[in-house]
């Protein structure tokens, strides 16, 4: 997941999204190619003769021969989406993040680079979803930058790779951002990034997102596309389409601290407002503070032409809210679930990551609302719905429409689409006797300090960032410790997960560098032997867990590595709601892995080792003004997902005791 603006590589790709602009006022959208020429203009298809129920996407790619190139910067910038200020995480200045294009077989490449002298922001981690037998190759530059595996297809940090350490000021940057998070902010001016190249070896709709903390709810984020062949006709590409219930008017640092804390009545937290592609207006007066709050925020606009049939990329890129998505008196032909083509099928509303056709079949002097609706029964908004509005080519752009939404009764389910619907174009059969099956189940705790916590199999997840399971599994000593949650397949070629979610809340599951058979889903415990379609089941990286029921899925173990299956509610995530699992050790451990990446990792525990003889040096007056009371140290270091590493946190402080029961694995180290 990356980014890009008009530097020589946007002149590249040549197709901007103006309404990934929405700080600088753009309104109406453009379309999308078929395919991209190097130039980046509209080329020839590489795939014309290519069918997609005759193709498995990640295994007949065409070679084009092509690099597309994107660099990005990530900084903190005050905008107003919806017409309310606040402080965002941005990619180039823009919110959403820029779109990347390519096409199926291209390889994409560039420099991501965190440092904005002047800027506060934290360490931000991308996180391209599911691919098969993407190569990246993630090149580290400077300080306090993780790399990543070769095989990628996640960068998850305590998971693939160790921190970079390369100057003196390391132990300073380390105590300063431990003091700088809990303000909600994290000084990076020393930091800078690192390179990343992968292959698009499936193509569809996708979206791009740091996996750190929760810092996607904070907007960084963007759409991808993977041009490819198609199995229904259309006119014109609309594009990416991001129904976002990440308008949180609360900074996400804030929202992960109260939902793992020891208050309940902050467990469960309500979304400010609901955007399509990045704007909604909102109601000032609703406002809790004071900051700069201006009413009838613009909206995205769409034109259409009457006759014309448009292909519209719908992402759902939000930090909880699942979506409604419909366009007044036009109906939806679902064509594809996440990089799976479907077997087409007409509904009236869609959601999630689909992609859909309408046929522009409206009244040409018409304007109509497009719309995106928050579910109230599974979801906390304070205002679900979003507009956006379409208008003909006849129709008056000064006025809003006056249409009507189509009626719809949400069933409280929280699922995606019946099973049944959702079928796979291209057919594909599942192992009928897996070769491992695990059993898995979601719920909420209370610890022993009260604070809130979402565990699988009874654990949350830690990492150790001193040891990277991709390391470990590397390795020829693979211990691995309870709170790192790892489950190992050995070389098992096919795998089975039942999941029970033995809670009341809805769960995305995703898993990483797979698409997952989803063979059954349904209320309460599965029932051990009914499946859906078991010749050709619905495929796709991300699935509903409906409160108090199951969902069923297994996927072919064919891409060596350590895949973490977590839930996608950023604040479920942030606190530890996943379970990493090691896929053919035998595999793993032919893997190059790039020299750089093993010297970033010896670095880090020369830097650790030095530090420590200078531990016993710290007195109480040293660090006296550095206090922080020892519970919210541990809430900032569970909120941040720090473990206890070789050296255990070294701090006087009232209570060691509770430092102790929270595990907390902060290091504070000598200044000087």
Not at 242 to 270: C, M, N, P
Not at 557 to 583: K, Q, R, T, Y
Not at 647 to 656: D, F, G, N, Y
Request: glycine content about 6%.
């Amino acid at each position: 997941m990356l980014f890009y603006t008009c530097f020589p590589v946007f002149c590249l790709i040549g197709v901007a999204f103006s309404v990934f602009q929405s700080q600088k006022g753009e309104e109406e959208t453009t379309w999308l190619p078929e395919s991209l020429r190097e130039s980046g203009s509209p080329g020839q298809l590489l795939w014309k003769n290519q069918i997609v129920k005759d193709s498995d996407a990640s295994r007949q790619m065409p070679n084009t021969g092509v690099t597309r190139h994107y660099d990005f910067q990530v900084s903190r910038k005050s905008l107003a989406p919806d017409g309310y200020t606040k402080n965002l995480l941005v990619a180039n200045g823009q919110f959403p993040g820029p779109l990347i294009e390519a096409n199926w077989g291209d390889f994409i490449e560039g420099m991501r680079v965190e440092a904005v002298n002047g800027e506060r922001v934290q360490d931000a981690y991308i996180h391209f979803p599911k691919w098969s037998s993407v190569t990246t190759y993630l090149i580290p530059r400077k300080e306090l930058v993780f790399t990543g595996t070769v095989f990628f297809r996640t960068i998850l940090r305590g998971l693939m790779v160790s921190p970079v350490s390369t100057n003196a000021q390391f132990h300073r940057a380390r105590l300063s951002r431990l003091f700088n998070l809990y303000n909600g902010y994290e000084d990076i001016a020393e930091l800078t990034g690192l390179s990343y190249r992968f292959r698009a070896d499936l193509y569809g709709t996708s979206w791009y997102h740091s996996h750190f903390g929760a810092q996607f709810s904070g907007g960084l984020f963007g759409p991808m596309i993977i041009h490819g062949p198609s199995h229904v006709d259309f006119d014109i590409d609309l594009g990416p389409i991001l129904l976002s219930d990440s308008d949180y008017h609360k900074d996400y640092h804030q929202i992960v601290e109260e939902v793992g804390g020891a208050d309940d009545t902050k467990w469960l937290q309500y979304s400010d407002n609901n955007l399509i592609n990045g704007r909604m207006s909102y109601d000032c007066s609703r406002a809790e503070d004071t900051r700069p709050c201006s009413n009838n925020a613009p909206l995205t606009k769409f034109k259409f032409e009457p006759g014309k049939s448009y292909k519209l990329r719908l992402i759902n890129p939000g930090s909880a809210g699942q979506q409604v998505f419909s366009i007044d008196d036009h109906d939806l032909t679902v064509i594809a679930n996440d990089f799976v083509p479907v077997k087409p099928y007409t509904t009236k509303t869609a959601g999630q990551r689909s992609d859909v056709v309408v046929k522009a079949a409206g009244d040409a002097n018409r304007a109509y609302w497009m719309r995106s609706n928050i579910s109230t029964i599974c979801n906390l908004p304070r205002q679900p719905q979003a507009l956006a509005v379409v208008y003909y080519d006849k129709a008056d752009t000064a006025k809003q429409p006056q249409t009507l939404p189509w009626a719809y009764t949400d069933n409280g389910k929280c699922n995606n689409d019946d099973l049944t619907r959702t079928v796979p174009f291209y057919p594909m059969t599942p192992e009928p006797h897996p070769a491992q099956t695990l059993e898995v189940v979601v719920d909420q705790k209370t610890n022993g300090e009260g604070q809130n916590e979402w565990r699988l199999n009874q654990q949350i997840f830690r990492p150790d960032y001193e040891r990277p399971l991709l390391s470990i599994a590397h390795g020829e000593h693979q211990t691995y410790q309870p709170e790192w949650n790892v489950v190992q397949t050995g070389g098992r070629k096919t795998i089975r997960l039942i999941v029970f979610n033995n809670s009341t809340i809805s769960h995305p599951m995703h898993l990483h560098g797979h698409n997952m058979y989803i063979l059954h889903d349904g209320d309460g415990p599965w029932d051990g032997h009914t499946l859906t379609n078991p010749h050709n089941p619905q495929r796709r990286d991300v699935q509903m867990l409906r409160p108090s029921g199951h969902l069923v899925i297994q996927y072919d173990a064919d891409n060596a590595g350590v895949w973490p299956f977590h839930c996608h509610i950023a604040w479920h995530l942030s606190l530890g709601l996943a379970m990493n699992i090691i896929e053919n050790e035998t595999g793993i451990s032919q893997i190059v892995l790039p020299p750089i990446v093993q010297d970033n990792c010896s670095k880090w525990h020369a830097e650790e080792d030095s530090a420590h003889a200078k531990d016993d040096l710290i007195s109480s007056t040293k660090i006296q003004k550095y206090y922080i009371s020892p519970i919210i140290l541990c809430s900032i270091s569970r909120f941040y997902g720090i473990s206890p590493a070789k050296h255990q946190l070294r701090l006087i402080a009232k209570s060691p005791a509770a430092l102790e029961h929270y595990r907390c694995g902060i290091i504070l180290k000598e200044l000087n």
